[in-house]
């Protein structure tokens, strides 16, 4: 009956929309020019009211009627059966009625259910008459309403412009209003849990032991163990070598394809790599554990070392950059050390010092690695970034004016110069926040973590132990045989500050970006 | 070598039927710089630039008129081959710098637009400070020991691009924040920081309040002192202020080339007389 009314204001709606077109061009007649509006719009005037006035009452009444047919099986069933039902019996009822009602499968049948049943059906009916002569009339009504507006002067263009404004705008409310209750239940939950925990929040924030269900046969939460340091000191580690492996890749891929590649490969390597950016996240989780955790597993004796050896020459060349900052001229001055290989020697003696450093911690280069582990996870979302930050950063670089290449090659300089040297710095602040949109999805990142790092807590600096993150912690929460309303208060403090972190990652983001258009627009 | 005993000798020769080649110049001749005989350009199958000779004079401002399209701009970036980044561009012919091919491929293109700068129609300075869009040239091509020679270097750039005092106590400063004017001569002070031999000037005030082309004229004028340069003007008042060479193109055919005074008094060809009497274009 409902739907047969939707369709009955529907068919009314297209005649409003035909019939003020209609009328507004009878009366304009040959004076065409004349009408302040066009006849399409005396018809989209019309029909709009039609369909709100129509679906608006059909709403209405039908909530309203179903409100009033719920409370008076509540209190016939009351009656019906003599005693007092407790909400879950006299829920269970109502929707036996209904189920035998409708034809569905009721838990058992009786008398009771019956005559329940026999008043359900006859009030549908009722109900879906007075929603047919409720929305039919008000649909009928807002027709002869508006078309007895319609004239010569009539501002039907003007007035029809403010309702699809006033659409438009109860549309962004809506999703406005939902992020807010979102919002608001985050923060609602959370102040539960640092309740819980007596308000203590420097436990929280910097305790080192998280194991917040620990107390919950006591029926409480340990308020010692609700340290969410190693959860956010996972997270930051995962997202650091993700970052270490997507930044470079994904970077170097934009510049290839925004200025060296031809045409016809860019064509078909963009889409190539935004490919990536599709497959879900549980297949790259899946190959993360089944192929990539096995093989640093059993490769953990090349690996360390080579882990070692980046990180020393990293070391060094922050030490460079920042001795040329002290002391500018350093690295020429250091560069025509040693017979012009001073900068080589330079490298070989931190590279050499990181490979000590391990030797000295584990002479035998045999490495216990876990079989799930930081880097493994770290590595594949790096993998699954990528594209993200490829194909921002493309867009941003072919964005630079192809004014400020030509300045640069009509000076002499060679292509690699000009990248460096003039698009680069130019498309820096969309490179940075294409980077943080790729940082703030590894935080968010879930699946790869919960399969290839593992759910052990644990604070470490080894990429090749086993950690957990912010997100897995919450998966574990929700979906562990804790109760919902003991588990739930640590999963909404966690989502909350990561949502926070993220927000916070974001609003740079878009702050960087805004100063970039404002360089070229 | 003169103008007068290198055309004396083989002009009959190498001007085409559209090109007139000066005979004499009246005053000492100056050097010649660059030359161009039957170049054609064709972008992908459109000729745009059709059997050009062309001689340009050291110590001289060259202007190309022509009406929108006819391919004074795309010659001019034969000049200095940044029609090399355009792939579907083709050049042929033979374009020389000091006698030297420029299509040859023993030719670094990156070396030679070091030594022939080019000045485009829109200010273009990279999103850097003022001091290193200047230094930005000598940098690359390592044109000074250290930082003094390099402070050096940008203040000379500067004050021969009559930026100096307006911009000498905001060095630092983003080169993008300065007006349109100031931003163009920024773009030529870090032009000539390059040392060029030869400025390439596309329109370069084409973009500028009448104030601030007044300033660049100027500035084209006092620059001539040391370099050959070639503009590019939609203006013919502009071309007749600035130059002493005028270049007529139409079409993609070079139909006149002389002494400025005589293409504005006198000109040869019909078409150069409809053109600078505003009948064509």
Same mark, same amino acid.
């Given at each position: 009956?409902?739907?047969?009314?939707?369709?009955?204001?529907?068919?009314?709606?297209?005649?409003?929309?035909?019939?003020?077109?209609?009328?507004?061009?009878?009366?304009?007649?040959?004076?065409?020019?004349?009408?302040?509006?066009?006849?399409?719009?005396?018809?989209?005037?019309?029909?709009?009211?039609?369909?709100?006035?129509?679906?608006?009452?059909?709403?209405?009444?039908?909530?309203?009627?179903?409100?009033?047919?719920?409370?008076?099986?509540?209190?016939?069933?009351?009656?019906?059966?003599?005693?007092?039902?407790?909400?879950?019996?006299?829920?269970?009822?109502?929707?036996?009625?209904?189920?035998?009602?409708?034809?569905?499968?009721?838990?058992?049948?009786?008398?009771?259910?019956?005559?329940?049943?026999?008043?359900?059906?006859?009030?549908?009916?009722?109900?879906?008459?007075?929603?047919?002569?409720?929305?039919?009339?008000?649909?009928?009504?807002?027709?002869?309403?508006?078309?007895?507006?319609?004239?010569?002067?009539?501002?039907?263009?003007?007035?029809?412009?403010?309702?699809?404004?006033?659409?438009?705008?109860?549309?962004?409310?809506?999703?406005?209003?939902?992020?807010?209750?979102?919002?608001?239940?985050?923060?609602?939950?959370?102040?539960?849990?640092?309740?819980?925990?007596?308000?203590?929040?420097?436990?929280?924030?910097?305790?080192?032991?998280?194991?917040?269900?620990?107390?919950?046969?006591?029926? %409480?939460?340990?308020?010692? %163990?609700?340290?969410?340091?190693?959860?956010?000191?996972?997270?930051?580690?995962? =997202?650091?070598?993700?970052?270490?492996?997507?930044?470079?890749?994904?970077?170097?891929?934009?510049?290839?394809?925004?200025?060296?590649?031809?045409?016809?490969?860019?064509?078909?390597? %963009?889409?190539?790599?935004?490919?990536?950016?599709?497959?879900?996240?549980?297949?790259?989780?899946?190959?993360?554990?089944?192929?990539?955790?096995?093989?640093?597993?059993?490769?953990?004796?090349?690996?360390?070392?080579?882990?070692?050896?980046? +990180?020393?020459?990293?070391?060094?060349?922050?030490?460079?950059?920042?001795?040329?900052?002290?002391?500018?001229?350093?690295?020429?001055?250091?560069?025509?050390?040693?017979?012009?290989?001073?900068?080589?020697?330079?490298?070989?003696?931190?590279?050499?010092?990181?490979?000590?450093?391990?030797?000295?911690?584990?002479?035998?280069?045999?490495?216990?690695?876990?079989?799930?582990?930081?880097?493994?996870?770290?590595?594949?979302?790096?993998?699954?970034?990528?594209?993200?930050?490829?194909?921002?950063?493309?867009?941003?670089?072919?964005?630079?004016?192809?004014?400020?290449?030509?300045?640069?090659?009509?000076?002499?300089?060679?292509?690699?110069?000009?990248?460096?040297?003039?698009?680069?710095?130019?498309?820096?602040?969309?490179?940075?926040?294409?980077?943080?949109?790729?940082?703030?999805?590894?935080?968010?990142?879930?699946?790869?973590?919960?399969?290839?790092?593992?759910?052990?807590?644990?604070?470490?600096?080894?990429?090749?132990?086993?950690?957990?993150?912010?997100?897995?912690?919450?998966?574990?929460?929700?979906?562990?045989?804790?109760?919902?309303? =003991?588990?739930? +208060?640590?999963?909404?403090?966690?989502?909350?500050?990561?949502?926070?972190?993220?927000?916070?990652?974001?609003?740079? +983001?878009?702050?960087?970006?805004?100063?970039?258009?404002?360089?070229?627009? | 070598?003169?103008?007068?005993?290198?055309?004396?000798?083989?002009?009959?020769?190498?001007?085409?039927?559209?090109?007139?080649?000066?005979?004499?110049?009246?005053?000492?001749?100056?050097?010649?710089?660059?030359?161009?005989?039957?170049?054609?350009?064709?972008?992908?199958?459109?000729?745009?630039?059709?059997?050009?000779?062309?001689?340009? /004079?050291?110590?001289?401002?060259?202007?190309?008129? @022509?009406?929108? @399209?006819?391919?004074?701009?795309?010659?001019?970036?034969?000049?200095?081959?940044?029609?090399?980044?355009?792939?579907?561009?083709?050049?042929?012919?033979?374009?020389?710098?000091?006698?030297?091919?420029?299509?040859?491929?023993?030719?670094?293109?990156?070396?030679?637009?070091?030594?022939?700068?080019?000045?485009?129609?829109?200010?273009?300075?990279?999103?850097?400070?003022?001091?290193?869009?200047?230094?930005?040239?000598?940098?690359?091509? @390592?044109?000074?020991?250290?930082?003094?020679?390099?402070?050096?270097?940008?203040?000379?750039?500067?004050?021969?691009?009559?930026?100096?005092?307006?911009?000498?106590?905001?060095?630092?400063?983003?080169?993008?924040?300065?007006?349109?004017?100031?931003?163009?001569?920024?773009?030529?002070?870090?032009?000539?920081?390059?040392?060029?031999?030869? /400025?390439?000037?596309?329109?370069?005030?084409?973009?500028?309040?009448?104030?601030?082309?007044?300033?660049?004229?100027?500035?084209?004028?006092?620059?001539?002192?040391?370099?050959?340069?070639?503009?590019?003007?939609?203006?013919?008042?502009?071309?007749?202020?600035?130059?002493?060479?005028?270049?007529?193109?139409?079409?993609?055919?070079?139909?006149?080339?002389?002494?400025?005074?005589?293409?504005?008094?006198?000109?040869?060809?019909?078409?150069?007389?409809?053109?600078?009497?505003?009948?064509?274009?």
């Amino acid at each position: 009956m409902t739907l047969l009314t939707a369709l009955a204001i529907l068919i009314i709606a297209a005649a409003a929309f035909l019939l003020g077109r209609a009328k507004a061009s009878a009366l304009a007649g040959d004076n065409y020019a004349q009408l302040h509006s066009r006849p399409n719009y005396h018809g989209l005037y019309s029909l709009m009211w039609v369909l709100i006035a129509g679906l608006g009452a059909l709403i209405v009444v039908s909530g309203l009627a179903g409100a009033v047919i719920d409370s008076t099986m509540t209190s016939r069933a009351s009656a019906l059966t003599g005693e007092a039902l407790s909400q879950i019996q006299l829920d269970l009822m109502l929707n036996d009625a209904r189920a035998i009602a409708t034809g569905g499968i009721p838990s058992s049948v009786d008398p009771a259910r019956e005559a329940l049943a026999e008043y359900y059906t006859a009030a549908g009916f009722w109900r879906g008459v007075a929603v047919l002569i409720a929305g039919v009339g008000a649909a009928l009504a807002a027709l002869l309403r508006t078309r007895s507006q319609i004239s010569m002067e009539w501002r039907a263009r003007n007035r029809s412009e403010r309702v699809i404004r006033a659409v438009l705008a109860v549309s962004a409310t809506i999703a406005i209003l939902t992020t807010v209750g979102i919002v608001l239940s985050l923060i609602g939950e959370t102040l539960i849990f640092f309740n819980r925990i007596d308000w203590r929040l420097f436990d929280y924030f910097f305790g080192t032991t998280w194991s917040p269900l620990a107390g919950v046969f006591e029926g %409480k939460l340990d308020p010692e %163990k609700v340290g969410a340091i190693p959860l956010f000191a996972g997270t930051a580690m995962i =997202t650091v070598i993700a970052m270490l492996v997507a930044v470079p890749i994904g970077l170097m891929a934009a510049i290839y394809l925004s200025d060296f590649a031809s045409p016809k490969v860019r064509a078909w390597t %963009k889409p190539l790599l935004e490919v990536l950016a599709g497959i879900p996240t549980v297949v790259y989780g899946f190959f993360a554990a089944i192929t990539v955790a096995p093989f640093i597993r059993d490769n953990g004796g090349v690996i360390v070392p080579i882990l070692g050896l980046l +990180a020393a020459v990293i070391v060094g060349f922050l030490a460079l950059l920042l001795l040329e900052r002290a002391r500018p001229g350093f690295r020429q001055s250091l560069t025509r050390q040693a017979g012009g290989y001073g900068l080589v020697a330079y490298f070989a003696v931190f590279a050499l010092g990181g490979l000590a450093v391990i030797w000295s911690a584990n002479p035998g280069f045999t490495f216990d690695v876990a079989s799930e582990s930081a880097l493994a996870a770290g590595v594949v979302m790096g993998i699954m970034i990528i594209p993200f930050i490829s194909s921002l950063s493309d867009d941003v670089i072919n964005a630079v004016p192809q004014s400020l290449r030509d300045g640069s090659y009509g000076l002499g300089a060679t292509k690699a110069e000009t990248i460096r040297q003039v698009i680069l710095p130019a498309a820096l602040p969309g490179i940075v926040s294409a980077v943080l949109l790729g940082v703030s999805r590894a935080v968010g990142e879930t699946m790869i973590v919960v399969m290839a790092a593992g759910q052990g807590a644990n604070l470490t600096w080894n990429p090749m132990e086993t950690v957990t993150t912010v997100t897995v912690q919450i998966v574990a929460l929700i979906t562990g045989d804790t109760e919902a309303d =003991t588990a739930a +208060a640590p999963a909404f403090a966690l989502g909350f500050t990561l949502f926070f972190i993220t927000l916070a990652l974001n609003i740079y +983001a878009l702050r960087i970006v805004r100063k970039y258009r404002e360089l070229y627009d | 070598m003169t103008v007068a005993e290198d055309l004396g000798g083989d002009a009959p020769a190498e001007t085409g039927a559209v090109a007139r080649i000066p005979s004499a110049s009246a005053r000492t001749a100056p050097e010649l710089k660059m030359t161009a005989r039957s170049c054609d350009v064709f972008y992908g199958d459109n000729h745009a630039i059709k059997n050009v000779d062309v001689d340009i /004079l050291d110590n001289t401002v060259t202007a190309f008129i @022509g009406p929108s @399209g006819c391919g004074k701009s795309t010659f001019l970036r034969c000049l200095n081959r940044m029609n090399d980044t355009i792939d579907i561009c083709r050049v042929t012919g033979e374009l020389t710098l000091d006698g030297e091919d420029i299509y040859d491929a023993k030719v670094d293109p990156v070396q030679l637009r070091a030594r022939v700068g080019m000045v485009f129609q829109k200010p273009n300075p990279f999103p850097k400070s003022i001091y290193d869009n200047v230094a930005y040239g000598p940098r690359i091509h @390592g044109l000074v020991r250290n930082k003094a020679d390099l402070d050096d270097v940008v203040e000379q750039s500067l004050r021969r691009a009559s930026l100096w005092g307006e911009v000498s106590d905001r060095l630092d400063q983003p080169g993008t924040g300065l007006s349109g004017g100031q931003q163009q001569r920024l773009c030529i002070a870090r032009a000539i920081a390059t040392a060029p031999e030869v /400025l390439l000037m596309d329109e370069p005030c084409s973009a500028l309040d009448p104030i601030a082309t007044a300033r660049v004229e100027e500035l084209i004028h006092e620059l001539r002192e040391n370099y050959s340069i070639v503009i590019v003007t939609h203006s013919m008042q502009q071309a007749a202020r600035v130059s002493q060479k005028t270049a007529f193109f139409h079409l993609g055919h070079l139909v006149e080339y002389d002494d400025t005074t005589k293409i504005f008094t006198n000109p040869h060809d019909k078409r150069t007389q409809d053109y600078i009497t505003g009948r064509i274009g």
